[in-house]
């Protein structure tokens, strides 16, 4: 069965710090992966794309990995900000172009 | 927003009434979607549009029909809604030049008494 696990559902970090955020994925067969961002009361936002090939990719404070063998997928997150409190959620994508979407991490960034 | 409105972004209504929501993209693209979020779930598929009359069923299309009778617009209509249609909608575009990257409208918020 396609399925997109992420954990942890939700974390609380002090603004500054670090965090790393898991997606795991049994979906086939595999194209890319993409993480998107969601702010409250917004519609997700794409925040990077990794397709088979690619290890690692980077946008500003936010890296993606991405392990085919294992079907893993990190995205970690660099000196956070306020503004990084939003829903993030992993969609593994297939050749068909069919969309499998995770249930998303809570990430909340206190002062 | 990559030009996408939802209307209406609130809906409150009574459970056996029909209701309509409409997505209107500015930049004619293709591809349309209608998603469904609630917690504890992904956001699920209900129904997309491929085209002017082109439409198909998503993994959650029970309940719901949709019509695009032009580009620009994406209707979803409940014809009958029930308190578990009670959810968060959201449309989606997907360009022509890039097939891996959908583009979200802002949501509908729809409850269902």
């Known amino acids: 069965k396609n399925q997109v696990e992420q954990s942890p559902q939700s974390l609380i970090i002090l603004e500054g710090k670090n965090c790393t955020l898991q997606?795991?994925?049994?979906?086939?067969?595999?194209?890319?992966l993409r993480w998107y961002k969601q702010d409250t009361g917004r519609g997700p936002v794409s925040l990077t794309i990794?397709?088979?090939?690619?290890n690692t990719k980077s946008n500003g404070r936010y890296t993606a990995t991405l392990d085919a063998d294992t079907k893993q997928s990190s995205l970690h997150i660099t000196a956070s900000q306020l503004s990084d409190s939003a829903s993030y959620i992993c969609?593994?994508?297939?050749?068909?172009?069919?969309?499998?979407f995770g249930t998303g991490t809570r990430l909340t960034v206190i002062p | 927003d990559a030009g996408i409105t939802q209307s209406p972004r609130h809906k409150v209504t009574e459970t056996g009434t029909p209701v309509t929501l409409r997505c209107h993209q500015t930049?004619?693209?293709?591809?349309m979607y209608w998603y469904r979020q609630d917690p504890g779930h992904g956001l699920r598929l209900i129904h997309y549009?491929?085209?002017?009359?082109?439409?198909d069923k998503g993994e959650v299309s029970d309940g719901y029909s949709v019509s695009r009778s032009k580009t620009e617009d994406f209707l979803l209509t409940l014809e009958s809604a029930t308190s578990s249609q009670t959810s968060v909608y959201f449309c989606?575009?997907?360009?022509?030049?890039?097939?891996?990257?959908?583009?979200f409208g802002p949501g509908t918020r729809l409850t269902v008494l």
């Open positions: 997606c795991n994925y049994t979906v086939s067969p595999f194209s890319n």
């Open positions: 549009s491929y085209g002017v009359k082109d439409t």
């Open positions: 930049e004619n693209h293709r591809y």
């Open positions: 990794m397709t088979f090939s690619e």
């Open positions: 989606a575009i997907r360009q022509d030049r890039d097939r891996d990257t959908q583009y």
């Open positions: 969609v593994v994508i297939t050749g068909a172009n069919n969309l499998f």
